[in-house]
């Protein structure tokens, strides 16, 4: 294991090791032995998950932020030189350029767009539909969450079939019952990114589904016996009683979905390969980082899109804060 | 009682994962066995259930028999490529990164330029004799030294279907490797297809997501005067954007443009009959000849015609090699021995067998029928056989090939050159800073 390695790692046990004294010492229980013996225990079982915890997330974080800073070529690993903020100034000149950074930040906010309205509103829709008391209700909410645990690779094999631009093509055979000459889906600026949105909602709706199902099953029934009491339409229960209801659910949701949208890559890498009108932010940071093998690179394209993602979520979580 | 047995399991608790993670950081470092074997460790690119991870594996078991009373042992791990992210060349990164690189690897012929200036790979100038040198058909080389000895050797060709070249009334037994017929005549063939009423020829255009298409297309620019890069790998302004090269592009557009050809022919157009031609390499052959029946019943229904020439004759080359890594193990004796084992006579045979690729030793004479597809390659290969670009910068060119063939269709043919150009020059300036 690396030097370095082993000294952050001795600085985290000196941490966690000095955090969990400091807990002992600061708490107020009365017995002092069932103190020390509880907390000494809780601070212990904690130990394995939170070695892994920094071994795993942390402290990849922390290499990361490292190499921003320098010129690492994954083939000369022994090779790493400190280089300030060079690697940024690249990437701001790249996207000033309009090279590939620039079309990946345009590819990856269309496809934020696109498909968090796009999946919440089907999750939404499908749980509001499957909450129902009807009889074979949950053989839909299979159907519908199947495609969650069909791995993305897979998915995107399988609509890559679908949208075959020859004449056999699931899609363009369907269309052209109907006269339409056969389309190239994938290879069309304007269709492309399109297709990765609606397939991308497809796959991952049924599992916010579930999550809105969960925060559905919430809220009370008298709440809804009220409203109907005062004489309120399917709407206004929806408006006054089921969204206020969600709230929280919802606020959730449109984090998690916004910065799994964020990351998007599979869908474009196995679809179209690396191109312009599909190419995302994540797909140039494997690609700069693997391919072209510039790690310190890679490294502070991502430390930029983790400031702005981040920055973002707390937007998010300010402007949908309970009042 | 209980406080001793708690102590005791916290204990045990904390020296296991104080052990697991000592254990991350390598330890022996397995050169020599318990049986007091030297271990020469090799990874393959290949998944060891396929037909040529399995005859890779026979060899392996051959060398471990054959060496026995020698004392070394061949250790064999196989780490499959997959399309799109590698997941071969990502292990071999992760492995150099951690210092484990295992004593052979195996690597494409275009990675030679990166992977010997980055160290890598060891130079065997010295370790394989040069008869033996002379007997290869081509050797991985960067900047005078050797550095891999090919697998075994791959070209291509355009397979075609006699039945429908019959039904048009095309003849092209005159076009052969050492007479072949020119980018006119090409493009006349493709003109008599379509007007029969097929797709002329399937270019394979969209197979740009990898290497695929740029390995079938590149002799294209070649064969129109081109090149794509400096001879020291550093320059590709004046050559990847150069008017030679812009010609052999423009060569592949207008068969875009003519309709011979597209984008969405389907992956088996070909073999069910609904394609004139299909160009890809030797590992088509024994598709042709086990799978398809009924469109192929036997090699009377199809043949494999040469690259067209332009100004010059170009056709594609190089396929994986082995070569010994520049690991931090000092004595090579035992790689060279398994390399020299998995590169002789006796291994080509067996391996190329199993593959259906052409022999990289000149001395397998495999006694290839004339005329035979086979034949075809081999005297392309040793006529016409142009190699990719020797650059460091080889993943970039290989990215940007595949843009300018993606976008073909575009009108501004001369702007994505000079666009993907300007890409590859960046990469190749950045790589030669790094060099220093």
């Known amino acids: ?323 | 009682m209980k406080k001793i047995f708690k102590a005791i399991s916290m204990l045990a608790l904390t020296s296991v994962m104080a052990c697991g993670i000592a254990a991350c950081g390598g330890g022996d470092n397995g050169e020599v066995d318990s049986s007091g074997n030297t271990i020469v460790k090799i990874m393959f690119h290949v998944d060891e259930k396929s037909t040529e991870g399995q005859a890779y594996k026979k060899r392996i078991d051959a060398f471990n028999t054959a060496y026995k009373d020698k004392k070394i042992k061949a250790s064999a791990t196989y780490k499959a490529r997959t399309a799109g992210a590698s997941s071969y060349e990502t292990e071999l990164n992760l492995l150099k990164t951690e210092g484990t690189l295992p004593d052979i690897i195996t690597f494409d012929a275009p990675n030679c330029a990166s992977y010997a200036q980055s160290k890598y790979l060891y130079d065997i100038s010295s370790l394989v004799p040069q008869d033996i040198q002379d007997d290869f058909l081509s050797l991985n080389k960067y900047d005078g030294k050797l550095y891999g000895l090919p697998i075994q050797e791959s070209s291509a060709g355009f397979y075609y279907n006699k039945k429908i070249f019959r039904d048009a009334n095309i003849d092209v037994s005159s076009y052969t490797v050492e007479n072949p017929w020119t980018f006119d005549q090409f493009k006349q063939v493709c003109a008599q297809i379509k007007a029969s009423g097929k797709t002329a020829v399937d270019m394979r255009m969209d197979a740009t997501k990898d290497e695929t298409a740029t390995y079938l297309l590149y002799p294209f620019i070649y064969a129109s005067g081109g090149s794509f890069a400096s001879d020291d790998g550093y320059t590709a302004t004046g050559y990847f954007d150069s008017a030679a090269s812009q010609n052999g592009f423009r060569f592949l557009k207008d068969l875009i443009d003519n309709e011979y050809t597209s984008y969405a022919i389907g992956a088996t157009d070909f073999f069910t009959g609904k394609v004139g031609m299909y160009l890809s390499s030797g590992w088509t052959i024994p598709d042709l000849d086990n799978k398809y029946k009924d469109t192929f019943a036997s090699r009377d229904d199809w043949g494999l015609l040469p690259y067209p020439q332009g100004v010059a004759k170009a056709s594609a080359t190089g396929s994986w090699c082995f070569g010994i890594t520049d690991n931090n193990r000092k004595d090579k004796s035992a790689a060279k021995e398994l390399l020299l084992w998995l590169t002789s006579t006796e291994s080509s045979e067996a391996i190329t067998a199993a593959t259906g690729m052409i022999a990289a030793r000149k001395s397998v004479n495999k006694n290839y029928a004339p005329g035979s597809p086979e034949e075809v390659l081999l005297k392309q290969l040793q006529l016409t056989g142009t190699a990719r670009p020797s650059t460091v910068a080889y993943p970039t060119f290989s990215i940007c090939f595949n843009q300018v063939i993606a976008h073909l269709q575009n009108e501004n043919l001369a702007g994505t050159l000079s666009a993907q150009t300007k890409s590859l020059q960046t990469e190749m300036n950045r790589l030669k800073n790094l060099k220093g």
């Not at chain 1, 299979?142 to 609509?159: D, E, M, N, Y």
């Not at chain 1, 929806?238 to 659910?249: E, I, N, Q, Y």
């Open chain 1, 1 to 323: 294991m690396a030097v370095s390695t082993l000294i952050i790692l001795a600085v985290f046990f000196a941490v966690f090791l000095g955090l969990a004294v400091l807990d002992i010492v600061m708490s107020k229980k009365k017995n002092q032995k069932y103190r020390v013996r509880s907390s000494a225990t809780a601070y212990l079982m904690l130990l394995p998950a939170a070695v892994l915890a920094f071994l795993f997330i942390l402290l990849p974080i922390l290499y990361s932020l490292g190499y921003a800073f320098t010129n690492y070529y994954l083939l000369t690993p022994n090779d790493i030189k400190f280089i300030g903020f060079d690697n940024f100034v690249n990437v701001f000149k790249e996207i000033g350029e309009k090279g590939t950074l620039y079309h990946a930040i345009i590819n990856t906010l269309i496809f934020v767009v696109g498909v968090v309205p796009l999946q919440i509103g089907m999750a939404l829709g499908l749980a509001l539909f499957t909450n129902r008391k009807v009889r074979g209700v949950k053989i839909f909410k299979v159907c519908f969450f199947a495609p969650v645990v069909i791995s993305l690779s897979v998915t995107s094999f399988l609509w890559l079939q679908i949208l075959s631009p020859s004449e056999t093509g699931l899609l363009n055979s369907f269309l052209g019952l109907f006269g339409a000459k056969p389309h190239d889906w994938l290879r069309d600026p304007n269709t492309a990114m399109l297709c990765i949105i609606i397939l991308s909602a497809w796959q991952g709706c049924g599992y916010q589904m579930l999550i809105f199902t969960s925060g559905l099953s919430n809220i009370r029934n008298d709440l809804y016996e009220a409203a109907a009491l005062d004489g309120a339409n399917a709407w206004q229960k929806f408006k006054t009683v089921t969204w206020p209801g969600l709230r929280s659910t919802f606020v959730y949701i449109i984090i998690t979905v916004f910065i799994g949208a964020c990351r998007v890559m599979t869908q474009p890498m196995l679809m179209t390969g690396y191109q312009d009108h599909t190419v995302t932010l994540s797909y140039y940071m494997y690609t700069q980082g693997y391919t072209y093998r510039w790690v310190g690179y890679s490294s502070a394209v991502a430390l930029i899109m983790t400031i702005v993602i981040g920055t973002i979520t707390l937007i998010q979580r300010r402007v949908f804060r309970e009042k």
